[in-house]
């Protein structure tokens, strides 16, 4: 039987069966591997260079072997349903990496027991294409066999197809780096078991390793050398496997105690950036960055630049990815908030300036813990950062996830978004580009954990939109007014799932939902829509949504079906939807929709982010005729004048009024008079008005009448014709 035990932090799940399309639900997410009964975690992934992925993880199911599984850039599963196994030989193999072949495949990496007993183990390798066949020799190819202990290996493609991976090495009796050059045949380049990056006194370990172009790789790692401290040193190392830099490696960072944890990207000129945890304040973890250039020289400050050195606070493992500008974006877990851990992040330039408000801006500050952050560039100059979440409280830990922009502006909700809040906990995960400025993740999940088990470690994964939204939603571009109407109406315009594209033709139809406002008129006397559209005449409906608060929290919304589009695999779509009121100068009158893209029974359907827009009532009410005028004791009192004009119930451009007319009536002592504040007589909604006034009957004065139609919008007409008390002759009042 194997025992080899996988590294820290795996987790368990709930079993769910394998989805065609990415899930928009963070309760549920893709299930990559479930086994009831069998523990899979350890998950790495790269791209499959075509918008999916390529996950791999350590499989219990029929002992500790390696498996990998693709899934497609619309979230089908392409490789064997439980995974195309990648070393299924007897012994144990653990922790395993992964790297893109340039090719739409991968070469992966891993511990192996195959040659001998704990606490023996080497180091193995294999490569797989797209189609989920295995190109080297069955079970892997040797990379490091010799004796003692080769554990925890890192991987980086070279640039031709082939990989660079590193390991920590026992051969010596004591913790040394080692590196071997794999082509893409599965050829070692370099010496037979690795060539040592470096073997100086004591111990070396925790290495990180990037490409820096031309088939270049920069090491580096923790270093025990003096005995006391903990430092950073690194190497660089040509295709051939040359050791470029002093023997054992330059200096990074050698302050005082420790410095941990390294992290490394290529600064896109032949060097390389690096980030740490540090404890050279004796008090505190902080957080500090160093750029050496192709040479080997530091081109920062010495022992690094500060990049969050807040008293009372402390940051660790942090993580870096390019800016794409020769900087680069830091994210860490931070402990400035009381002690409960929160995310930050920082930018910093080609010149170690820090770009970003000193300490870090915050990407999460909820209650409890946010920990052991992850990110990856947006491609715009900014990134996506992902962490562990206890924001519900023990034993669930979650993930959600955040975009910032190169100004260090967050783009998605405050504190982020969901992307997993299934039961029980899942540890952090891995994440990649999907190619559409949106991102991949995989996790161990433990969601399917039986009662009363310790632990049962499933393998699940999650798309996340560029705007934050989960699995093939379409997006709401806009929602503007319809100009030049009577209002009451706005056009909603999207930009379609993924799946409505030619290569899918998934979508069938886009269904638009209104939200329910409080203390609306509208009475929900429908039926509750059961995610099968209705043919027409389609009655109300409306849909009971559970969605989270800014606290993580389940708020339920109310939703009315107003309307269905056809999916024709166009780019984007518009559809006029009603509103219920228009904006005025009293009221904004926002109303808020989303759209709905549907896959057709027995698949879900994917709901857009919501959005609101109002509408205008922009067109004039026609005008109105006053067609009666009498006064004295032909109406009643001698001071009174009684008016009457024609109903107005359509716009100046023939249209239908939507609302409520008024009447506004304005009076002055000559003919020629512009209506206005200063002489608005009243406003009334009846067709006739009696006006009372002491000149009325005077034959020294005369008084002068025109009305105008005003709509719920405030929207007023042209004039009446204007009458007088005794200039008949303007009237024409018959």
């Given amino acids: 039987m194997k025992t080899f035990i996988l590294a820290l932090g795996l987790v368990m799940v709930l079993y769910s069966s394998a989805m065609a399309y990415w899930s928009g639900n963070p309760l549920e997410n893709n299930p990559i591997v479930v086994i009831p009964g069998s523990n899979q975690g350890g998950a790495q992934m790269c791209s499959d260079g075509a918008g999916g992925a390529i996950i791999v993880w350590i499989d219990e199911q029929l002992g500790w072997d390696v498996y990998a599984q693709r899934i497609h850039n619309a979230g089908e599963l392409l490789w064997d349903p439980n995974g195309l196994p990648i070393c299924t030989d007897t012994s144990s193999q653990g922790n395993a990496a992964i790297v893109s072949d ?68 026992e051969r010596s009796g004591s913790g040394d780096i080692y590196a071997q050059h794999v082509d893409a045949g599965g050829d070692t380049i370099w010496a037979s078991n690795g060539i040592p990056i470096c073997a100086a006194d004591y111990s070396q370990e925790q290495e990180q390793i990037a490409h820096v172009g031309g088939g270049d790789v920069i090491i580096v790692w923790m270093d025990w050398r003096t005995g006391t401290d903990l ?5 660089k190392v040509d295709y051939y496997g040359d050791t470029l830099w002093a023997a054992d490696g330059v200096p990074v960072c050698t302050a005082s105690q420790w410095q941990m944890a390294p992290q490394i990207i290529s600064d896109g000129g032949g060097g390389a950036i690096i980030v740490w945890h540090d404890y050279r304040s004796e008090i505190q973890w902080e957080i500090y960055a160093q750029r050496v250039d192709g040479d080997g020289s530091v081109l920062w400050t010495t022992d690094g630049v500060p990049i969050c050195t807040i008293a009372a606070g402390g940051g660790r493992y942090p993580h870096i990815v390019s ?164 209002g009451r109406q706005v056009v909603i315009l999207w930009e379609r799932s993924n799946l409505d594209k030619p290569e899918y033709q998934s979508i069938l139809y886009y269904s638009i939902w209104r939200k329910y406002p409080e203390g609306s008129k509208i009475q929900l006397t429908g039926q509750e829509w059961d995610g099968i559209m209705p043919k027409e005449p389609m009655p109300r409906l409306y849909r009971r949504i559970e ?86 004791g032909a109406k009643g009192a001698v001071n009174t004048i009684w008016l009457g004009w024609t109903q107005v119930t359509t716009g100046e451009d023939g249209s239908p009024e939507q609302g409520p007319v008024d009447y506004r009536i304005y009076c002055e002592e000559t003919p020629d008079f512009t209506p206005g504040p200063g002489n608005l007589l009243t406003t009334v909604s009846a067709l006739s008005y009696p006006h009372t006034d002491g000149r ?33 002759s303007l009237t024409n009042v018959k």
Wanted: with cysteine; net charge negative.
């Fill in 231 to 235: 430092d950073l040193y690194a190497q």
């Fill in 323 to 486: 800016d794409g500008a020769g900087g680069a974006i830091i994210a860490w877990e931070d402990w400035r908030n009381g002690g409960e851990k929160d995310v930050y992040a920082q930018r910093v330039d080609a010149d170690g300036d820090t770009l970003w408000p000193a300490n870090g801006v915050p990407i999460c500050t909820v209650a409890e813990d946010q920990s052991y952050p992850n990110l990856m560039s947006d491609g715009a100059g900014g990134a996506v950062v992902t962490w562990e979440d206890q924001r519900r409280g023990a034993p669930d830990i979650d993930i959600y996830a955040q975009r910032i922009d190169a100004l260090g502006q967050i783009q998605w909700a405050l504190n982020g978004v969901p992307v997993c809040v299934a039961a029980n906990y899942r540890n952090t995960p891995e994440m990649i580009s999907d190619g559409s400025e949106g991102a991949i993740l995989a996790w161990d999940d433990e969601r399917n954990l039986p009662p009363e088990a310790e632990n049962e470690w499933d393998v699940y994964a999650q798309q996340v939109n560029f705007n934050g939204t989960l699995g093939p939603v379409p997006n709401i571009m806009a929602i503007a007014d319809v100009p030049d109407d009577q």
């Fill in 547 to 632: 969605r989270m608060d800014q606290h993580g929290q389940p708020k339920t919304e109310f939703w009315e079906l107003i309307g269905t589009q056809e999916a024709h695999l166009l780019e984007g779509y518009a559809y006029i939807a009603g509103t219920l009121s228009d904006s005025s100068a009293g009221d904004d009158a926002y109303y808020t929709f989303f759209v709905s893209a549907h896959a057709g029974e027995p698949f879900p359907c994917w709901d857009s982010a919501p959005d609101s827009g109002y509408s205008v009532d922009d067109v004039n009410p026609s005008k109105t005729q006053v067609t009666a005028l009498a006064s004295g």
């Fill in 696 to 728: 009325i009957g005077d034959p020294a004065a005369n008084i002068f009448y025109l009305v105008t139609a005003v709509d719920g919008s405030g929207n007023e007409s042209a004039v009446s014709n204007v009458v007088g008390e005794f200039d008949r």
């Fill in 102 to 169: 340039d090719a739409g495949g991968a070469i992966i990496v891993w511990e192996d027991r195959r040659n001998d007993t704990y606490p023996k183990s080497d180091i193995y390798a294999q490569r797989v294409d797209p189609n989920g066949d295995t190109l080297w020799a069955a079970d892997g190819i040797p990379v490091a066999i010799d004796t003692n202990w080769q554990y925890l290996p890192r991987i980086v493609g070279d640039g031709y197809g082939g990989a660079v991976i590193t390991w920590v090495d």
